[in-house]
Structure formats: C-alpha cells, structure tokens
C-alpha cells in the first residue's frame, strides 16, 4: 500500500520537475543587465607659461655680412660656388692662383702686416687668428696687438701653408677680416677676368638662418631674447628667438646666396596661436626685428622665403593651468571644475580664471594645484 501511494507520489514531483524545467527551457535567456557608464575624461592641472599671439609676416633667409672686397690686382683664378659655406682659414678667392684668405674680425685690414708697423686692432685680429687656426704654437698665446718676431713667425708658417712666398709679410689684400663664416651668393665676376682693387667678387652672407620682421606700431613690444614661432609656408611651426630691434640692414636681393627657394625643411607640426589674428606690416614699419631659429635646420636652406612669425601679446609665466574643456559655467556666474578626489569622486569647486591661450586657460582655486586631476568634456 504504502508503494502504491508513493509512485502518483513520484510522478507528481516529475511533473512538477518537468513543468519547471519546461518553464526553463521555453522562457529565454534573461535581459541583460544595462552596461555601466564610461569613466569620466580627466586632464592634469600643471605649472606652465601661457602667452597669447599675433600673427605677422616676416622673410626667411641668411643674414648679413660686409662685403667680401678684393684688394689684389690681376686675374680671378677661382671664386666659390655660389651656396658655399667659407670659415676661417680658408680661401674666399684666388688671384693668380693665390688665395685670399678669410679671417675673422670686425675691423677691415687696411694696410700690409710687417715688422716694425705700429699697434693696431688689424694686428690683433690677425695673431687672434694665427692662434686659433694653430699657426702660433709656442710663439703667441693671446694677441698683443704688436707685430713683433713671434707674429713673424707664425706668419712664416701660414705663408707656407698656404703657398705664399715665405716673407714674413702679409700684402695688403691676402687676408680679408669678416665677422664670421660666409655664404658665398651669386658671381658678379667669372674666373679669368681681370680684378681689381674695390670689386665685390660674388654677393655674401653669413651662414647663420634668421628671419626679418617689419616692425610697426601695431604690432606688440617685442624684447631681445623673447620667444617667439616661426611658421614656415607647409604651416610647420619651428621655435625661434628674437635677438635684435633696429633699423632694416641692407640685404642682397632675394635669392643671391644660391638659395634653392623655399623653405626646404620641416619643423614641429602644428600651426601657431592665432588669438590675436593675422597682422600685415605696413609702409609706417620702421624698425627690424631680427630672429634666429633655435632649430636651423628645421627651416631649410631657401633665402627670401615668405613666412610668418607669431609674436606674444600676452604672457605669464608659471601659472597653473588646465584645458579650457575643464571648464564649467557655474549658474551664479564664474567658473568651476571637477576635481577627481583620491576616493575617486568628483568634487565641483569655483575657480578664477586667467589668461587663455592655446587651448589652455590659467586658473586658482581651493584645492587647484599640479597633478590635480579634473574632468574635461568629452
């Protein structure tokens, strides 16, 4: 009896077993469960300089030297190539086959080098470089402006090297003084024509990049040694450095010093802050700002190239800033921003805001300090 009663029992529980199994296998699969939210986008507040900028054009190319002046009469034997570069020591021309040597100094030789001739700044300029190009080992070791027997040895020595008579002597015209290494530009005489005291071979200048910028008074004070960008004509951005304010220097025409045109190189990429707009120079420009490039060979090797030169307006220095997307419109006025906490929670504070520039802005507040991170639209 008791077996009887225990199989409808049994059959029950399959029953209901079956009925939940069934419910199982016919229900699906359950909804799945809504996808949490991406963390939010932070930014890092850190110390840095911020300036604002106006954008105006200026010319790539070499800058100026003294004219290279032949003082030697008879015929031109060899001239350099135009483009060029000529150190100290080496020959800027020959006349008849005997070169005419490039020597560094601001003070133009005016008259020949011998024993007995009075002190002069010529003299010192000459044992400067009789030091530095090794010809006065163990004769001279600093240039006393006196041509004494010591000077007319390292001459001998430079005589011979160089394949001049050993004199001891120096003609007027042998050695040329320039500030600094050339550029040789292009010829205005040809090898085998006659030359003559007072003719400029060929155009030069220096080897050293900058660029010149007309100065108007629309534009902002600009002071030596301020940075400021250089962006070349394939919009690439290249630091440079003002170095000099003052009246426009004379320049050889645009492409005389061999120049391939064009700006021939490539800097950071990236184009300068252009907040203040695009200045043109006007006729009322009368000073120069001169700039070297911190990077010469980000800028090519074109003369006369049209760039832009993006100078500050504004600046400030060691501020702390963040992205200007970091900023929220607070409803009673001003700004906040969202500080990311250390617990990972976001915290909205007030802040005062300084200067923009470069999709940066300058900001205080409480708790604002470098490697604080704040969230920023996305």
Avoid: C, H
Avoid at 109 to 124: E, H, I, K, S
Wanted: net charge neutral.
């Amino acid at each position: 009896m008791k077996r009887a009663l225990a199989v409808p029992a049994l059959l029950t529980a399959a029953a209901v077993t079956g009925a939940v199994v069934t419910v199982a296998v016919r229900g699906g699969a359950a909804a799945p469960a809504a996808a949490a939210p991406p963390p939010p986008a932070t930014a890092t507040v850190v110390r840095t300089n911020l300036a604002t900028t106006v954008l105006t054009e200026g010319t790539l190319g070499y800058a100026p030297t003294p004219p290279v002046v032949n003082q030697i009469a008879g015929t031109y034997t060899w001239l350099p190539p135009a483009g060029s570069r000529i150190r100290a020591g080496r020959a800027l021309l020959r006349v008849d086959n005997l070169p005419v040597a490039l020597m560094r100094g601001s003070t133009p030789a005016w008259r020949p080098f011998a024993l007995g001739m009075t002190v002069g700044p010529d003299v010192r300029e000459l044992q400067a470089n009789l030091i530095a190009l090794g010809y006065a080992a163990g004769l001279l070791s600093a240039p006393t402006g006196q041509f004494d027997l010591s000077t007319l040895y390292a001459v001998e020595r430079w005589q011979l090297a160089n394949g001049y008579a050993v004199t001891g002597e120096i003609a007027l015209g042998q050695v040329v003084f320039l500030p600094s290494a050339i550029r040789a530009g292009a010829q205005d005489v040809a090898p085998g024509e006659a030359a003559t005291p007072g003719q400029q071979p060929y155009q030069a200048t220096t080897d050293q990049r900058t660029v010149t910028v007309p100065l108007n008074p629309d534009l902002p004070t600009v002071r030596s040694g301020e940075a400021v960008a250089i962006v070349l004509p394939s919009n690439a951005t290249t630091p440079g450095t003002a170095v000099a304010i003052g009246p426009a220097p004379a320049m050889p025409p645009s492409g005389s010093s061999g120049g391939s045109g064009g700006s021939g190189g490539s800097g950071n990429s990236g184009s300068a802050d252009t907040s203040g707009g695009s200045t043109t120079p006007s006729a009322a420009a009368t000073d120069m700002l001169t700039v070297r490039p911190d990077r010469p060979g980000a800028t090519g090797t074109g003369d006369g190239v049209p760039v832009q030169v993006s100078l500050p307006t504004q600046s400030v220095s060691g501020v702390l800033a963040v992205p200007v997307t970091a900023l929220l419109a607070l409803s009673g006025g001003g700004y906040g921003v969202q500080i990311v906490t250390a617990s990972g929670a976001d915290r909205l504070v007030g802040v005062q805001t300084g200067i923009f520039a470069g999709g940066q802005v300058a900001i205080r507040g409480p708790g604002i300090a470098p490697g604080t991170k704040v969230v920023v639209a996305q």
